[in-house]
């Protein structure tokens, strides 16, 4: 967790019974926030290598200034040609600016972004989706929202909505969203607000 009098970032990854790929990345400078959600394909060390893989490239693409085009399209470039066209990871790349509020996020095959308002509604971020990386990602196919103060983006892997019961049921969106909402207007702190969504699942 990050939290400064302008913005809020907090994660959270549940280790499983088994390797899997998926991990995130933030990055808080005095202008931007840029967040980087990932899910690499299968399980096992293939899926914890691609893991490294885009958070490295990410990593080295923000440190040298590339735009979230460029970056998005570096690892693309990346997964193709150290792991082939059968391989892939899904992605949420995204950049808030600080001083306007503006969110620019790509969306490369993971479940929607929702937006949460101060007065308990929310909604699902108009995104655009684009394959996954390395499979031909169209880096321009961005959107582009205007976040309020007090709002909340909620980014997560399919891991969270395909999470099933003893008896089969899945855990699904709905049941996420509207625990998030809740827990948002009772105000509860926002990392805490992850525990229990883990909590829940």
Known sequence: TFSS??????????????????????????DAVTVALFDAMGHGLAAGRMADLVVGVHRNRRRAGASLADGVAALDRAVAAEFGESQFVTAQVGRLDLASGHLSLVNAGH??????HPDGSYEMLPIARCRPLGLG????????????????????????????????????????????????REQVRLPEVLRLVVRDV
Request: hydrophobic share 40%.
């Open 5 to 30: 009098p302008d913005v809020i970032v907090t994660g959270i990854l549940e280790p499983a019974h088994r390797v899997a790929g998926d991990t995130f990345d933030y990055s808080v400078t005095r």
């Open 111 to 116: 479940p929607d972004a929702v937006v949460f």
């Open 137 to 184: 990602t169209d880096a321009t196919r961005s959107v582009e929202v205007q976040l309020g103060e007090g709002d909340v983006v909620l980014l997560h892997t399919d891991g969270v909505e395909d999470a099933r019961s003893p008896t089969g049921g899945f855990f699904g969106p709905e049941r996420l969203y509207e625990l998030v909402a809740r827990l948002l």
